[in-house]
C-alpha cells in the first residue's frame, strides 16, 4: 500500500445543535461538540477524524478544550512531517502522550481515513484486512433515548424510533427514573428489543435494587458502576440475571481481557473515541472474536465524519448486536457531510461507495459550527 506523508493537520472545535438532545445519568449537552481534525499529505490528499468529545466532562474526563489542548500543542507536532507507512502503527508514535483517549482517537482516525482515500479504499475494506474479515457493507443499528420527563414522553419517543424502523431500543436511566420507569416501559412494549443503559450512576451496594429488572427481559444494562469498578462488575454479575455490557470502563484491549478474567462483561460496547482510535478497537475487536463475546458499536453522539468511521468499522462480521449510530436525523440537520445516512428498513445504514470514510465534508459548514463554537465556548481556556 502507499505510503501517506503529512503535510499539514488543521484542528477545528464545533459545535452544533442538536435534533433531540440526550439526557443521561450525567446530564444533558447543551449542544454537540468536537474537535475535528483535517489532515493533508505532500500529495495533496485530504482525510478527516473526529475527537468526540463534549463541552464538559461528564462521560470521560475530556473536554473540548482539552482535547484541542493536547492535539494543538503535542499530538500534531508529533505527527506533522511523519510517513505513515501503516495507520495502525500511528499509536506507536503517540505512545508518549498518556491518555486523552477522544483526542487520540480523532487523530488517528484522520491518519486512517487519509491513509484508505490516498489508496482509493474504503475505510470499511481497510479495516477488514486488519481482521482477516470481509466488510458486510451495513451496520445494523439502533437508538439511544435520553431520560424523558415522563413515562408517556418515552414512550412517545420509542413508538416514533420503532415506526421509522429501529429495531433496538436504548433507554438512559438513572436513580429515581429506573425500576418503576422500566416496569412501566415493559408494560406498556411486551414484545420490543430494549436495554438500559446507566452511564455509571450506581454502585455495588445497589445489587438488590437493580436485581429488579431480572424479570424484565431487557437486552443488557450498560455499565451499572463506576468506571474504575471493573471487579465490582464481576461481583454484580452474579447477583443479577440481566446481561452486563461495558462501556466506560473498558478503555483499552487489557481492561477487556481484565474483565473477562473477572467475569465482569457479557457484551461489549465498543466506542472507538473512547479507547483512543481504531488501532485499539482492532485490538478489541480480535478479543472479542477469540472468546466469543457479544460485540456492538457504541456512539458518542457523532457528526457524519465520526459516524462515517464508526459505520465502517460496524460492518464487520464479528459485530454481532445492534450498534448506537443512528441515522443522521436521529442528530443534526444539516450535518456536516453529505449525503446523510438514512435508515434502511432492516434496521440498518449503508457503507457508502466511496475511499475512505465515503461521505464528503462540507467546508462551509464546518466553517459555520466552528464560529458557533468560537461564540458558544462556556468554558475558555487562559
Ligand atoms: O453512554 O453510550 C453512552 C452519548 C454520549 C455519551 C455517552 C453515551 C452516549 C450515547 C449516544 O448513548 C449514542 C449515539 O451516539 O447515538
Ligand atoms: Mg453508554
Request: hydrophobic fraction near 45%.
Amino acid at each position: 500500500m502507499r505510503p501517506i506523508t503529512i503535510k499539514e493537520i488543521a484542528l477545528h472545535p464545533i459545535a452544533m445543535p442538536f435534533v433531540e438532545p440526550l439526557k443521561t445519568s450525567f446530564g444533558m449537552e447543551p449542544f454537540k461538540g468536537a474537535v475535528l481534525v483535517e489532515i493533508t499529505t505532500e500529495d495533496g490528499v485530504k482525510g478527516w477524524g473526529e475527537a468526540a468529545v463534549a463541552p464538559a466532562p461528564g462521560y470521560s474526563g475530556e473536554t473540548i478544550a482539552t482535547a484541542y489542548h493536547i492535539l494543538k500543542h503535542f499530538m500534531v507536532p508529533l505527527l506533522t512531517g511523519k510517513t505513515i507507512e501503516d495507520p495502525y502503527h500511528t499509536r506507536d508514535i503517540l505512545k508518549v502522550i498518556r491518555d486523552h483517549h477522544h483526542a487520540r482517537a480523532g487523530i488517528e482516525g484522520a491518519i486512517w481515513d487519509t491513509f484508505a482515500r490516498a489508496n482509493d479504499m474504503r475505510l470499511a475494506d481497510l479495516f477488514a484486512s486488519y481482521v482477516d474479515a470481509e466488510s458486510t457493507n451495513r451496520a445494523v443499528v439502533g437508538v439511544s433515548i435520553g431520560i424523558q420527563p415522563t413515562v408517556e414522553d418515552t414512550l412517545a419517543i420509542i413508538r416514533k424510533r420503532m415506526g421509522q424502523g429501529y429495531k433496538r431500543i436504548k433507554l438512559k436511566i438513572k436513580p429515581g427514573w429506573d425500576v418503576d420507569f422500566a416496569k412501566a416501559i415493559r408494560a406498556a412494549l411486551p414484545d420490543a428489543t430494549i436495554m438500559l443503559d446507566a452511564n455509571s450512576a450506581y454502585t455495588l451496594a445497589d445489587s438488590d435494587h437493580l436485581a429488579q429488572f431480572d424479570d424484565l427481559n431487557l437486552l443488557m444494562i450498560e455499565q451499572p458502576l463506576q468506571p474504575f469498578d471493573i471487579y465490582e462488575h464481576g461481583m454484580l454479575n452474579h447477583l443479577i440475571d440481566t446481561p452486563i455490557c461495558l462501556d466506560e470502563s473498558i478503555k483499552t484491549a487489557l481492561d477487556l481481557r481484565i474483565a473477562l478474567q473477572v467475569n465482569a462483561i457479557d457484551i461489549l460496547n465498543l466506542k472507538p473515541a473512547r479507547v483512543g482510535g481504531y488501532s485499539e478497537s482492532i485490538d478489541i475487536y480480535k478479543i472479542c472474536v477469540e472468546h466469543e463475546l457479544p460485540l456492538w458499536i457504541g456512539g458518542m453522539l457523532e457528526t457524519g465524519i465520526g459516524r462515517a468511521a464508526n459505520v465502517a468499522f460496524a460492518s464487520l462480521p464479528g459485530v454481532t448486536l445492534p450498534c448506537d449510530i443512528s441515522a443522521t436525523d436521529r442528530y443534526f440537520d444539516p450535518d456536516i457531510t453529505e449525503p446523510p445516512f438514512v435508515l434502511q428498513p432492516d434496521s440498518t445504514l449503508a457503507v457508502p461507495d466511496g475511499p475512505g470514510i465515503g461521505v464528503e465534508v462540507i467546508p462551509e459548514r464546518v466553517q459555520e459550527a466552528a464560529v458557533r463554537w468560537q461564540e458558544r465556548n462556556l468554558y475558555p481556556v487562559g
